[in-house]
């Protein structure tokens, strides 16, 4: 075959051509073709020769031989366009390509090019070493890293995301869903990562979110999973990279921090004590719910000062003793407590004992930390046994009262008695005549005495009983008559010989009262108007019924109370200055006042000194029936 | 006892009850005695008398008997008139101050006739002798 001018331009192709006939036989060869097999003949020299014969000639070119001589075979076999890139010993690589040229459906020319294709290869090389490093170093991540297209279809997983080989090849291409489906699995974690996906697309922002795998031991693992669009130059998506890091341990730890931070809490907020932090200017930093209930808040607001704005209902002498040992606290650095009262809305007082102390730490710095307790069950024990001590007292001076009155008040009735008896004995000693009057004047001041004695313990014992509030109100219905005729027995006469004037109103008959009381309280102040009216006009009792009281008017003409001593009369033991030269212990008012107060009602004086004193005793009608 | 006794007594008592067996006792036993109710009244009365024994109750409508006590003890022509106290009020501190102001005795209610009798006789005596 000569090609003339043809040869000419073939031989200025890059690449080698081989032509052969319907035999095998070479045709053509152009110069490129004899320099990548390093043949030395010119192209006529080769005409006729077999290709394979060349390849066994120069086969130390190649590094095996043979695959070239049974790639040759095949395509000859097969007589189907080929191509295929092969190396040679001495670095280079060339691309074979096979195209047959048919007429009327028959090969009648075999065509091979062979191209010097080392250059793009050895750049291959490189590419896919470059390759292979970064999909090493992906896989050695620990961490998921898959690269979406914009469809979100996997363009790249590395080998954390998905272990296995086979799958990881598979899932090129494909979605989360065909994934689910190629396992039979359920679609929801799809859906989710669908979900988000699309947001980082639609926002162009990246999008995290926590993934839930349940592993085969049961356990979860926690992957914090990220979709981070990638732009480019016209700012749209090319690709979206996916990476997950597993956060389980970071998750668990958190969990236990945050349940212990949550049960710190929760003890610290179901704590009876209010427990509160507040800087050094008293403005809060934080407090548990007590407090709040505590100083009865709504709530607590920052930046409020604890001690002035929200000390509400506190004294301000209170407020003042807080704020000085708030002060004092943050100047020295110690502690202080004390307490304070505290009014709510509805008046209800409540008492708050508090401890703070100076606190420096790395967080917050200097501060103070304190506690509030109610202490209002406490107090009022303690106010309950301070009472009770100073009842105690009272009772001691009352005992040291009594001893005083029954040393005095019993002594001389009993030096009467006593030198009644001896005088007596003397008249009986020497008779005369007058021995038997003489020594009835005695027996009768002897008798007199007892009675007064009598009459003087019986009234100790009744106010014993009511300051230890062992005398008891026993009410029932009696008539007015019966009662007012059981209290004039010892005023009809008087010892005197005067007689108590009596007047009951008519509209007067059973009333409700406790008549062993009553009847003492209205018996001592008609036998002090005696006492007190001696040679003077007889006292009067009325009794009447008036806006719905029942009233006892004591009325006597006798020495009077001086003014200035009226308030102190009704104290257990008082007497008044003018009283002194009556016989008399101080306590038959508190007796009075007593049975009028058990009884709901009141005592009202009016007195004139050297004209006389007017008691008045009413008693509410709803005792009365 | 003595028949007639020449010695004046005061006594200075409150309570009429009592000066009124006291009287009866000192007249069966022949005691000459001047009863006062209160201090003032018994003061007037040592002013105007001379007595040789005094027997003072000490809680008195106007005062009492260590003040009347004080008041004779700082009077030279009063000073050495023997004060017996005769009082209901037995407490021992009571006693040991109305002695040691200068009180002959301390008589305490209720007493036997005799006791006081003897002890006006007894201090009367040792004045005496003195």
């Not at chain 1, 008293?282 to 100083?295: A, F, K, P, R, W």
């Not at chain 1, 100073?390 to 040393?407: A, D, G, H, Q, T």
């Not at chain 2, 209720?110 to 003897?118: A, I």
Request: proline residues 2%.
């Amino acid at each position: 075959m000569n090609l003339g001018l043809l040869d000419k331009i073939y031989d200025t192709f890059s690449f080698g051509v081989l032509i052969e006939n319907n035999n095998r036989e070479i045709l053509y060869t152009n110069k490129s073709f004899r320099n990548i097999f390093e043949l030395v003949n010119e192209g006529e020299d080769l005409k006729g020769l077999y290709f394979y014969k060349l390849v066994e000639i120069n086969s130390k070119l190649f590094i095996k031989s043979e695959n070239l001589k049974t790639d040759y075979i095949k395509i000859h076999e097969k007589g189907i366009a080929n191509e295929k890139i092969f190396e040679m010993l001495n670095g280079k690589y060339f691309k074979r390509k096979y195209t047959p040229i048919y007429d009327n459906q028959i090969i009648q020319l075999h065509v091979w090019t062979f191209e010097d294709v080392t250059n793009n290869i050895e750049k291959q090389i490189d590419s896919d070493f470059q390759n292979n490093f970064y999909t090493k170093i992906l896989d050695e991540i620990p961490a998921d890293i898959a690269i979406f297209n914009k469809k979100h279809q996997y363009l790249y997983l590395n080998k954390t995301a998905v272990a296995d080989e086979k799958t990881r090849k598979w899932l090129i291409g494909n979605n989360d869903f065909d994934y689910c489906m190629y396992k039979n699995i359920n679609t929801n974690k799809a859906i989710e990562r669908r979900l988000n996906f699309n947001i980082a697309v639609e926002t162009k922002k990246t999008v995290q979110l926590i993934d839930e795998i349940e592993q085969k031991d049961g356990q979860s693992k926690f992957v914090l999973r990220n979709f981070h669009p990638v732009f480019d130059s016209n700012g749209n998506i090319e690709i979206v990279i996916g990476y997950g890091i597993d956060i389980t341990k970071n998750l668990r730890n958190e969990l236990i921090i945050s349940n212990q931070k949550e049960r710190i809490s929760t003890l610290i907020n179901e704590l009876k004590e209010g427990v509160f932090q507040v800087d050094l200017n008293g403005e809060i930093i934080s407090y548990n719910q007590s407090i709040v209930n505590l100083l009865n808040l709504n709530h607590l607001e920052k930046p409020e000062y604890f001690y002035f704005k929200l000390l509400q209902g506190i004294s301000n002498l209170d407020k003042a003793k807080i704020l000085t040992d708030f002060k004092f606290v943050s100047k020295n650095k110690s502690n202080k407590n004390g307490f304070f009262e505290i009014t709510n809305e509805r008046n209800e007082v409540k008492y708050l004992s508090y401890n703070v102390w100076f606190s420096s730490t790395i967080i917050d710095g200097e501060t103070i930390i304190g506690t509030l307790s109610d202490i209002t069950i406490q107090h009022e024990q303690n106010k309950y046994l301070l009472k009770n001590i100073s009842k105690e007292k009272e009772l001691n001076l009352l005992k040291s009262k009594f001893v005083n009155i029954s040393s005095h008040e019993l002594r001389t009735p009993l030096s009467i008695i006593l030198s009644s008896v001896e005088i007596i004995d003397l008249i009986i000693s020497k008779p005369s005549k007058d021995s038997f009057t003489n020594a009835k004047i005695f027996v009768k001041n002897i008798v007199n005495e007892v009675l007064h004695m009598t009459n003087i313990l019986n009234e100790l014992m009744i106010v014993e009983q009511i300051e230890l509030g062992k005398q008891k109100f026993k009410p029932y219905l009696i008539h007015i008559n019966d009662f007012i005729e059981n209290i004039n027995v010892g005023f009809h006469p008087y010892k005197d010989g005067r007689y108590l004037k009596t007047k009951i109103n008519d509209d007067i008959s059973n009333i409700f009262i406790d008549p062993e009381l009553l009847k003492h309280g209205i018996t001592n102040l008609l036998s002090n108007a005696f006492k007190y009216s001696i040679e003077k006009k007889e006292p009067e009792l009325l009794v009447t019924m008036k806006n719905n009281q029942l009233n006892f008017r004591i009325k006597d003409f006798g020495i009077g109370i001086p003014e200035n001593e009226i308030n102190n009369l009704f104290q257990t033991f008082y007497r008044a200055s003018n009283a002194e030269q009556y016989t008399g212990t101080g306590i038959g008012l508190v007796v009075v006042d007593y049975a009028v107060k058990a009884h709901k009602g009141t005592v009202k004086l009016k007195s004139k000194l050297n004209i006389g004193t007017q008691f008045e005793v009413s008693i509410p009608l709803i005792n009365v029936q | 006892m003595t028949k007639t006794n020449n010695f004046l007594v005061l006594v200075i008592e409150d309570d009429l009850r009592l000066t009124s067996v006291l009287k009866t006792l000192f007249e069966i036993h022949d005691i000459q005695a001047v009863f006062a109710m209160n201090g003032e009244k018994s003061l007037e009365i040592i002013n105007e008398m001379k007595f040789d024994i005094i027997i003072c109750d000490i809680v008195l409508p106007d005062t009492d008997g260590f003040k009347i006590l004080n008041l004779l003890k700082n009077k030279e022509e009063t000073k050495n008139i023997p004060f017996v106290f005769f009082s209901a009020i037995a407490n021992p501190n009571d006693i040991k101050r109305g002695l040691a102001m200068g009180a002959a005795d301390y008589i305490t209610k209720p007493f036997l006739s005799e006791t006081l009798l003897n002890k006006i006789h007894s201090i009367l005596n040792l004045n005496i002798k003195i």
